[in-house]
């Protein structure tokens, strides 16, 4: 870490210039008054034609079955597994910035939150589809959850699956609950500077009778912090239990106790580099550089730096352990990643997610918008390929050389997983067109003018 | 059971419904007949449990309704739900197999071997268990059709007699016959008659796979026409000469059962036999062969002369055999244990090889002991190419206007220089008896659709003579005859029933009629009617001719070996799915044949698996992809045939390609110099194990039988039997705990556990594309591995069925509890509960597991539900499946014991595959009985499991390898 980073003052990452009105003029306006652009109907298009996509590869699924995709024995997980393990991750750095920097008063979070707690919010939900499709009868999907029924059939509890269950449905339900209750200051806001009647009511109604009293405000803080509270154990647990669908199993390759740490890093790693890839568009269409300041680049950028580090520890351990273990199944399963069939991902990971990241140690870099965004990218990247090499290079070839088969990605595989980008897509433009991206009440409080010591009268 | 549900059509006219003469099976007792009791009662018991299905198999007519009633008298011994079993006998290349025949309510669904039938002592082969599936095949011919068109038994015999008539004048001068092999008394009885009708008629009779060279060299030999039968249970020493033994010829079951009992040592004195194997091509006897030493198919004729010569048969010049410095050895080795060994040749050697042999043996003093003779069984002698030339000759110059063709399917199978197609269109009368309309049905005018085994009345003899009586299980289910029926109308009899002519004949044969039929029919065998032994003598003017001159070596031209496919035979199996999709037994390949070289031959020729290569025989050429198969010789391509079928049937039509296109008269098992040139193209075939290599595990275990004798633990092979830790509790002991013992030393790979599997447990066929995804739905698969240099590796197979683990790795993982522990120890599988996640396939270390990536089972052709197991669940798609030990088995057997309130024996729980295991490789039992065969097994030094350092603990253990080389002569040259 460069020391001038930590050195810089905390206002740098506050808007300067700003006033209460005008910093809520500033970011109600975008979903208020600014006129839809020509540019995000084209982005909202795209977006919208991939979900298309989705529903015709969602639809072709169940009519067919999940032999469309190219699965098999061995290789009975593919894109679907990969793809859930991948939006997962990504969803971590919301609730991260939320909760855990909220307690740790890391103020800079502000500017950001609201749009990362979106963007985890709405790659849970793409995460989510993902478990169900891959069922082989996912209208059955409902087993999976402990409900009292007749036969008095329960999950099996041992499975690493039903605990999947649980960890995504709580943090899907936290993580929305999280991102509401922040919104409903912001709702009101909204709801008392709209104009159009059918604005008014439906801001009214999401913004469930705020009036802004001090006991509203104090019932507010406390829910949020406690909530915040809810949410920092699920950071870590989410991943972690994620990890165990593979760390449980026997397959060489997955087998192994550095999992969890393991995949928390990645996940939050992943997490960063997709509000990194978000907001640098975002901050510069909607002209928010002063909200999202190169201060809050840069903060994102060294937390990739820190949990990229711990990724590859991650990997050198994983290489370290095959030898050390003596076993010929995990030997063989690193020599096979390393120069077997697929090969090339595992390098094409190791470029994207190791070495390219390296490139944040550097100020200059740091300080580079485009540089930050391609690095962000390539960590994108790179953590599908991770998942992918976990998933598909393990399970091909594993103990048995005569069951020993290759997995092909086919057509429907790519559109489900082009698919899922869409649906992703298709809420972020709605939720950039129709609520706040950046939380208007949380900047008011940053202001520099709430920041100074105030008389009695608070505003 | 609708209209509509028909969706398999063969002509235009029945796809758009223009006819109405197909009809089901009632009009089969043909008037004038009056079925007996017997009979009478297997009909009703069909008819009244078919009376539904059958409805709906008639398809294309509107059935006259029918009112379904309960049973005023129910048949005797039909309980619904407990299966019947009935003996017969399945023909096959002429020579029968002995059967028996499990029915379900009327439909046959399962087959086994017949233990008191001498070709199959109780073991069956994949073609024997495919059967049944043959029989329900909605391919199979079934209407009579004269030019296409729908016709009626009537019209034919109508038409038939008019030719008759005709013929008489010529006394039959240009009818001829055309059949395969006949082993049939009773039809063979019919074609004699009838060449005393018509004096100047013709029989001729043709397999593409026939026995020509080896009745060639008994009249080389001994002067006469014999068959030849071996005795390996006899042989302490035993050389095939390019022979496959274990999976050629009519008595290939018997081979096994009695090659393998000497091969699986329970106890440390037993002595153990020593195969040496010389052949061109890895077969499954190369396989099993404890010196196997890859040849070209051309040698072979020198190296028999080289052993003759060193065994001082007469006239024999010693030739030059530097060329083989492992004949000396092998030689001395046979003679060491003279009386005791045994020289084989192949079916493809020609007859001077075969008259070697015999010599050889005869030097050996092995004929009598482990070589004897009998008089030929097929009822028709002399060569079979040379009277089928005859006949295309006779054809050609307008000699023949009558053929009537039974079975065989001569426009598909005879060698390409006949063209006999060709001269088949030019003969005026043509009926072809056949149970699919197929190649040769497509030129003839009348095609009159064949029964099947299983619905008609017939006999056949055995590779030894035993005749059996072929025992239907069911109506036609279409309009079917059988050849005996057809004969009789040729015979210008009254139309009989295959039953009735079948006893004529048998009771001019038995002296007490009525009991020897009844048992006759009920054991599956005539006692008695084995073929009496013939002592031979070599003649005294033994000579054989000269070697072929070899042909000089270009390095574009190779030998070309032709064999037939170990899943379809000669093509005749081409529609059947399961065979289809059986992986041939080495090179694991499915749907496709390929042309097999050498993997140095592929590295000079610069092919890869899957390049396809133009393979010139003279001026016929094919396009064949080519498959490395390591252990092939160098200088030797095989190609197998019965692929690029045209009129085979949905199933079977367009796989591979056709062999017979370049199969000529003059070298009809093996061409000396044929060119290959790679066209660049590519082509892919579906295989089942794409990495053979072990990668250094130990999956398959070895031991030479030395280092088993005189230090069995030295490789660790014993299971200690320790206890490892787990966090589980164990399951608490019950009465039985169900275990397998697989024997590595005795399985040679051939198959047949995995069709019965298949049979058993109603497992979907996918077809070619899935199965190059990697999807086929086996429970139990063959893995074969190589070890060793490429050029003749070490082979070995291992049977991989569920372990059933005790500690189930798939068991934990399951988010439903769809896989659980019975108490009993077997890992079940609860289909209904089962949501498809997949996580106990990836968790399964030995991936038994298989998946319904796809709805596989038929759920619509109402004809193949008929050949589902009703004891085992069809599955939907979506929902994982594994073996289950035959759980329907366990429990039938055990509601028995329950019944007469005694504990289940040992032996009386026998799975499917281990049914039909030729090898008795595969034995099951409760291993908590510690006298139980399966115990004392698992008890025995080479008892070890598969990937014991996941103590899992599988239920399932193996028996290692055990291989009994020459210490003379080194491993692997």
């Known amino acids: 870490m460069e020391p001038t980073s930590d050195l810089q003052p905390i206002e740098e990452a506050n808007p300067r210039g700003y006033t209460y009105g005008s910093i809520t003029d500033k970011i109600s306006s975008i979903v208020l008054s600014r006129p839809t652009t020509m540019g995000w109907l084209a982005g909202f298009g795209v977006a919208t034609l991939l979900l298309l996509l989705l529903m015709v590869a969602v639809s072709w699924l169940l009519v067919r079955g999940v032999g469309i995709w190219g699965i098999n024995i061995p290789v009975a997980w593919g894109f679907a597994i990969v793809n859930f393990v991948w939006w997962i991750g990504i969803g971590h750095a919301g609730t991260l910035i939320s909760s855990i920097l909220l307690l740790l008063r890391q103020q800079w979070r502000t500017s950001i939150n609201r749009f990362a707690e979106a963007m985890t919010l709405f790659a849970v939900a793409c995460a989510g589809l993902f478990p169900l499709l891959h069922l082989g009868r996912p209208w059955f999907f409902y087993w999976l959850l402990p409900y009292p029924n007749t036969m008095a059939l329960w999950p099996q509890f041992r499975s690493p699956l039903v605990w999947d269950v649980f960890a995504v449905g709580t943090y899907m339900t936290v993580s929305f609950l999280f991102w509401f209750v922040g919104l409903i200051p912001d709702l009101a806001t909204l709801r008392d500077r709209a104009k159009k009647k059918s604005a008014k009511i439906i801001y009214g109604i999401l913004a469930m009778g705020w009036r802004g009293s001090a006991i509203h405000w104090h019932r507010y803080e406390t829910a949020y912090l406690l909530l915040a509270g809810l949410a920092t154990p699920l950071v870590v647990s989410v991943h972690t239990i994620v990890s165990f669908d593979f760390s449980i199993g026997i397959v060489p390759g997955w087998h192994s106790t550095i999992f969890p740490p393991y995949f928390v890093a990645g996940a939050i790693y992943s997490g960063f580099a997709m509000v990194l890839t978000l907001s640098i568009p975002l901050r510069s269409v909607y002209r928010l550089q002063d909200l999202i300041t190169m201060r809050h680049l840069q903060n994102m950028a060294k937390v990739m730096l820190a949990t990229g580090m711990i990724v590859g520890y991650g990997y050198l351990m994983e290489t370290f352990m095959a030898w050390f273990s003596g076993s010929t199944y995990d030997a063989y399963m690193i020599r096979n990643r390393m120069t077997g069939p697929y090969a090339f991902i595992y390098w094409a990971l190791i470029l994207t997610n190791l070495v390219l990241p390296q490139a944040l140690w550097f100020q200059k870099v740091r300080n580079s918008v485009p540089a930050l965004f391609a690095v962000a990218l390539s960590v994108n990247v790179g953590m599908w390929l991770e998942r992918f090499v976990i998933v598909v290079t393990s399970l091909h070839r594993d103990f048995m050389p005569s069951a020993w088969g290759m997995y092909y990605p086919t057509l429907w595989d790519w559109a489900t997983f082009a698919g899922s980008i869409g649906l992703f897509l298709f809420l972020l433009f709605l939720f950039i067109r129709f609520l706040p991206v950046i939380s208007i009440s949380e900047m008011r409080q940053i202001l520099p003018m709430s920041q100074a010591p105030h008389p009695e009268t608070a505003p | ?973």
């Open chain 2, 1 to 973: 059971m609708l209209r509509g549900e028909t969706e398999f059509w063969r002509t235009v006219n029945e796809y758009n419904g223009e006819f109405n003469g197909l009809q089901n099976g009632t009009d089969e007792v043909t008037p004038g007949t009056v079925p007996n009791r017997r009979e009478f009662l297997a009909w009703m018991g069909n008819s009244f449990a078919l009376s539904g299905i059958l409805y709906g198999l008639s398809g294309c007519t509107s059935a006259p309704p029918e009112k379904i009633v309960p049973y005023v008298r129910p048949p005797e011994d039909v309980v619904p739900g407990k299966p019947q079993y009935f003996a017969t006998a399945m023909p096959f290349s002429g020579y029968g197999i002995g059967l028996i025949a499990q029915s379900n309510l009327g439909r046959p669904i399962k087959i086994d071997g017949n233990p008191y039938h001498p070709a199959s002592l109780g073991a069956s082969d994949a073609i024997a268990q495919s059967s049944v599936l043959g029989l329900y095949d909605p391919d199979r011919a079934q209407a009579i059709a004269s030019s296409g068109i729908i016709s009626t038994w009537h019209s034919f015999a109508a038409a038939l007699s008019m030719e008759l008539i005709a013929a008489r004048a010529d006394s039959g001068a240009g009818v001829r016959i055309l059949t395969e092999t006949v082993t049939s008394p009773t039809l063979a009885w019919q074609l004699n008659r009838f060449l005393n009708q018509y004096p100047q008629a013709r029989w001729i009779s043709y397999e593409p796979f026939g026995g020509d060279n080896e009745r060639g060299g008994t009249r080389l030999a001994f002067g006469t026409e014999l068959d030849t039968q071996f005795r390996f249970e006899n042989a302490n020493v035993i050389l095939a000469l390019d022979s496959d033994f274990l999976s050629d010829g009519p008595a290939h079951i018997r081979h096994s059962k009695d090659f393998s009992s000497r091969r699986r040592i329970a106890a440390r004195s037993d002595s153990m036999s020593r195969l040496y194997a010389a052949e061109s091509v890895m077969t499954i006897t190369g396989a099993m062969a404890d010196h196997r030493f890859p040849v070209s198919s051309m040698e072979i004729d020198g190296i028999a002369r080289a052993i003759a010569a060193r065994c001082g048969v007469q006239g024999i010049p010693l030739p030059d055999s530097t060329r083989w410095p492992w004949l000396d050895l092998v030689v001395a080795d046979l003679q060491r244990e003279a009386r005791h060994s045994l020289v084989i040749a192949g079916p493809q050697q020609p007859p001077a090889v075969h008259a070697l042999v015999h010599a050889i043996n005869d030097r050996l003093g092995s004929i009598g002991n482990t070589v004897i003779f009998t008089d030929p069984v097929a009822a028709h002698l002399g060569n079979q190419l040379e009277s089928l030339k005859l006949l295309t000759d006779e054809m050609d110059s307008g000699r023949v206007d009558t053929l009537i063709i039974l079975s065989g399917n001569p426009v598909y199978t005879a060698p390409a220089d006949f063209e006999f197609s060709r001269h088949l269109d030019k003969v005026p009368f043509k009926a072809r008896l056949g149970l699919y309309s197929d190649e040769t049905s497509a030129r003839c005018q009348w095609h009159i659709p064949e029964s099947h085994f299983l619905e008609s009345w017939g006999d056949v003899r055995a590779y030894d003579g035993t005749a059996s009586i072929i025992q239907p299980l069911i109506n036609p289910l279409f309009e079917g005859k059988s050849a005996i029926e057809l004969m009789s109308v040729l015979l210008g009899e009254t139309p009989q029933a295959g039953y009735d002519i079948l006893r004529d004949y048998w009771g001019q044969h038995f002296n007490d009629f009525e009991s020897s039929w009844q048992q006759s029919v009920r054991d599956g065998i005539v006692i008695g009617s084995a073929a009496p032994l013939r002592s031979v003598r070599i003649r005294k003017d033994f000579h054989v001719p000269d070697a072929p001159v070899q042909a000089a070596s270009d390095p574009a031209s190779l030998e070309l070996v032709f064999r037939s496919d170990p899943c379809i035979f000669d093509g005749r199996f081409a529609n059947n799915g399961w065979l289809q999709e059986l992986p041939k037994p080495l090179t694991k390949l499915t749907w496709d044949n390929a042309a097999l070289i050498s993997p140095e031959k592929a590295n000079q020729l610069n092919c890869a698996n899957g390049d396809v290569v133009e393979i010139h025989n003279g001026e016929r050429a094919i396009r064949a992809p080519v498959w490395i198969l390591p252990g092939h010789a160098l200088n030797s391509m095989t190609v197998s045939l019965g692929y690029g079928r045209t009129h085979a049937g949905q199933t079977g039509n367009g796989h591979g390609f056709n062999t017979y296109a370049i199969r000529k008269s003059n070298a009809i098992w093996v061409v000396p110099s044929a060119r290959i040139r790679k066209t660049g193209d590519r082509m892919s075939l579906a295989c089942t194990q794409t990495h053979q290599n072990m990668e250094g595990r130990d999956n398959v275990r070895v031991m030479t039988l030395a280092d088993y004798i005189h230090n069995p633990d030295s490789e660790g092979h014993a299971e200690t039997g320790e206890e490892t830790g787990s966090l589980y509790p164990r399951f608490p002991e019950t009465k039985y705990a169900w275990g397998m013992s697989i024997d590595l030393a005795s399985c040679m790979g051939c198959n047949a556990c995995v069709a019965a599997c298949q049979a058993e447990n109603n497992i979907p066929v996918v077809g070619k594309e899935e199965v190059e995804r990697g999807r086929e739905m086996h429970w139990i698969r063959i893995d074969t591995y190589f070890q060793g240099s490429p050029q003749n590796p070490g082979s070995y197979f291992q049977p991989v069925p569920c372990m059933h683990c005790e500690d189930a790795p798939c068991e934990v993982v399951c988010p439903v509890g769809a896989t659980t522990h019975s108490s009993e120890g077997l890992n079940e599988m609860t289909y209904n509960r089962c949501v498809g996640t997949r996580y106990c396939s990836n968790n399964c270390p030995y991936k038994v597991r298989r998946f319904n990536f796809l709805e596989y089972s038929n759920f619509d052709s109402a004809r193949l539900k008929l050949v589902a197991n009703p004891e085992v669940t069809v599955r939907s798609r979506g929902v994982m499946e594994k073996c289950t030990y035959c759980v329907q088995r366990i429990n039938r057997a055990r509601i028995v014991a329950e019944e007469q309130d005694r504990s289940l024996r040992d032996g009386e729980i026998v799975t499917a595959c281990q049914a039909a295991c030729p090898a008795d490789a595969i034995v099951f039992g409760n291993i908590h009985d510690e006298k139980s065969r399966v115990s004392v097994l698992k008890s025995q030094p080479r008892n070890y499991s598969l990937l014991p350092e996941l103590n899992t603990r599988p239920r399932t253990t193996y028996l290692a390898r055990l291989t009994n080389p020459n210490p003379e002569i080194a491993r692997g040259r």
